[in-house]
Structures are given as structure tokens and as C-alpha cells.
């Protein structure tokens, strides 16, 4: 897949998108969001692809969305020309495959939400989140006001999202903004571990496993609970479940198929 703003490389059933524009901190203009939502695309339907990471290199994950191209904008433009920005993070948030955004630096306003719509994040001790929107007069437009909240609670989210303070590593691991803190010449590695224990399980029990936790939060508990129950019955009538429980039987390591 060749793009200019991204790069994406395949490695043992693990896809790497890696932002590329170092000179502006990774900013998300209008190109990024384009390539992001293709490349998202193309890796969704890979089948040598078993989980993706998102990284922005190990200096900085993201400064946020393109204040320079954004200055420009009036309210149809943004509506027109920024909407590649929400199918972009849709399709990495509904990808039937783990994601894993690997978080060295800053992660600001559309950087912080872009590791939001992944599902789960490995953040550098050097990293530094926030969504400063509100000090440019706008909003999170990226999913900010409403993966944050459902992520960290209302209360924090609307702290972070009022002042426009960022937070540190630690304090993000405290509120549960992030999964893990590891030192920064480590975060891609970890992320790969991460993905390779991803990559091990079976993959149809995990894609239904995501699709019941990130559809179950659109539901009220009792159809989510019933939604649950459908792809648990589903995965009854897979190969990976005959093997995960033969395995566990014979007292051996299950070899899954995602099948
Ligand atoms: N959009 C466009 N350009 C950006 C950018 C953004 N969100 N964030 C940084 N850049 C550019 C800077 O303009 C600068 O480019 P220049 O060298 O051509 O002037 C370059 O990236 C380096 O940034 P700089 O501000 O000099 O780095 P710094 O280390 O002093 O500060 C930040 C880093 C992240 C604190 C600062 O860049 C910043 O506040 N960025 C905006 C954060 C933000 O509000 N994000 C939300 C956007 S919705």
C-alpha cells in the first residue's frame, strides 16, 4: 500500500501504520484522514492481517488535527472535507481485528481521539494526552466527547475536555485513558507482544469478542446481553472452538485456525 502520509508495513500477520509527517508532529490534515480510512479499508478485509498498530514513530504520536488547514475552513468545508476524518477512525474502531495504538510523545485533540477509536493503547512514559480544542474555540470533533467519556467517565472526560490541560503518562494509566505505560525506546515493542498474544487466540472468538463490546455500548444491558448470547452460540458452531477445548482436553496448546 503506498501512500505519502502514512506508511503501512506488514510483518508476520501484523500490520504497522506509522504517521509520517515528522516536520508538523504528525498533524491530521485532510490527506491523513483519506489514506487513514483506505488503508483501514484494505487491512479490514487482509486476511494475512491478524491485529494492526497505529504509531506516529518514537518521538511524537500526534499534535492534533491540522490547525493550519483547519484555519481555513468554514463550517460546510469542515462538514464536506473533514468527514474522511470520522470514517477514518469508524473503520479502525470497527475493524474485526484488534488495534493497538503505540503512543510515544504527544497524543493531542485529533491524536488522543485517533488512539480512542483503537482498542486498546500502550503509552510511552514520556507521553502526553490531552484535548486542547477548546482553546482553539472549537471542540473534540474526532469522537473526543463521546469515546472519552464512555472510556474514562463523564466526569474526567469533561475535566479534560473544559481546560484543554494535558495529562501525563502516569496520570493517564490512572484514569484508565491507557492500557499500559512502558519506557519510550519500548512502546512499538510492547505493542507487537501485545498484538502477537492477540494474534495467538482465535480470531473469531476475538472479532465477535470486540463486536459484542463495541456494539453492546449502542444497546441497553438486556439486548447487549442477548447480542452476547447469539455470537457465543455462533462460536459453538466453529473449528477453533472444537479445537481450544480438545487442546485444553489433551492438555495442549490450542492451534487455532480462525476458522
Ligand atoms: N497543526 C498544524 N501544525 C502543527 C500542529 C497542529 N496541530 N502541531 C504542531 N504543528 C507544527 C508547528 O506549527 C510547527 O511547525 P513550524 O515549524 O512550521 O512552525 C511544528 O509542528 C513543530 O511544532 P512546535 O509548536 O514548534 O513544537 P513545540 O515542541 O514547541 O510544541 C506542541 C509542541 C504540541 C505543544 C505544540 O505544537 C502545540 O500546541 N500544537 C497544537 C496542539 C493542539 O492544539 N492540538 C489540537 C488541534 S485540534
Do not use: W
Not at 484535548?131 to 475535566?159: F, N, S, W, Y
Request: charged fraction near 25%.
Amino acid at each position: 500500500m503506498a501512500f505519502e502520509t502514512i506508511l503501512v508495513e506488514i510483518e508476520e500477520g501484523i500490520a504497522t501504520i506509522t504517521l509520517n509527517r515528522r516536520d508538523v508532529l504528525n498533524a491530521l490534515n485532510s490527506q491523513v484522514f483519506t489514506e487513514l480510512a483506505e488503508a483501514a479499508e484494505n487491512l479490514a478485509v487482509d486476511d494475512s492481517v491478524r491485529a494492526v498498530i497505529i504509531t506516529g514513530g518514537d518521538k511524537v504520536f500526534a499534535a492534533g488535527a491540522d490547525i493550519k488547514q483547519m484555519a481555513l475552513l468554514g463550517a460546510v468545508d469542515v462538514a464536506i472535507g473533514l468527514r474522511p476524518s470520522k470514517i477514518a477512525f469508524e473503520r479502525l474502531e470497527n475493524m474485526p481485528k484488534p488495534v493497538i495504538a503505540a503512543i510515544n510523545g504527544y497524543a493531542l485533540g485529533g491524536g488522543c481521539e485517533l488512539t480512542l477509536a483503537a482498542d486498546v493503547r500502550v503509552a510511552a512514559d514520556n507521553a502526553q494526552f490531552g484535548l486542547p480544542e477548546i482553546k482553539l474555540g472549537i471542540l473534540p470533533g474526532g469522537g473526543g466527547t463521546q469515546r472519552l467519556p464512555r472510556l474514562i467517565g463523564a466526569g474526567k472526560a469533561k475535566e479534560l475536555i473544559f481546560t484543554g490541560d494535558l495529562i501525563n503518562a502516569e496520570e493517564a494509566l490512572r484514569v484508565g485513558l491507557v492500557n499500559k505505560v512502558v519506557p519510550a525506546d519500548q512502546v512499538l515493542a510492547e505493542a507487537k507482544k501485545m498484538a502477537k498474544k492477540f494474534v495467538s487466540r482465535g480470531a473469531v472468538a476475538l472479532s465477535l469478542a470486540k463486536a459484542c463490546i463495541n456494539e453492546g455500548q449502542r444497546m441497553d444491558l438486556e439486548m447487549g446481553l442477548e447480542y452476547e448470547h447469539k455470537c457465543f452460540s455462533l462460536l459453538f458452531a466453529t473449528e477453533d472452538q472444537k479445537e481450544g477445548m480438545k487442546a485444553f482436553v489433551e492438555k495442549r496448546k490450542p492451534n487455532f485456525q480462525g476458522k
